[in-house]
């Protein structure tokens, strides 16, 4: 190998290198304050641990769709815009947007 190709193929190792440490700092690791709680939006079994519904105390053992006291995390900001179909109590569809606090 020429004294050349080495300086060639040591700065091609070192751009790639420097790539793929861009991507390691790039994609860091969500934090806490970056999640919410939001009630009334998880579906059936996809409740986050520790639901304050009855019968269902920890992830994945929501009954139904939507339990107004089942929480699932979703982006801090994005709960109170979040929209679900509902069906209130006669029976007739409703929209309900999440919420920061349990459901009724």
Not at 17 to 40: R, V
Not at 46 to 56: H, L, Q, R, V
Request: with cysteine.
């Amino acid at each position: 190998m020429t004294p050349v190709m080495k300086k060639a193929s040591a700065a091609a190792l070192a751009g790639a290198f420097a790539a793929a440490l861009s991507m390691t700092i790039a994609s860091s690791p969500a934090k806490a304050d970056d999640f919410e709680k939001c009630y009334g939006v998880s579906k059936a079994g996809a409740n986050d641990c520790a639901s304050e519904a009855a019968g269902s105390s920890c992830a994945g053992t929501s009954k139904a769709d939507y339990e107004p006291k089942a929480w699932k995390l979703v982006k801090t900001g994005t709960c109170t815009s979040l929209e679900v179909d509902v069906k209130n109590a006669d029976g007739s569809a409703a929209k309900r947007k999440g919420s920061l606090m349990p459901i009724g």
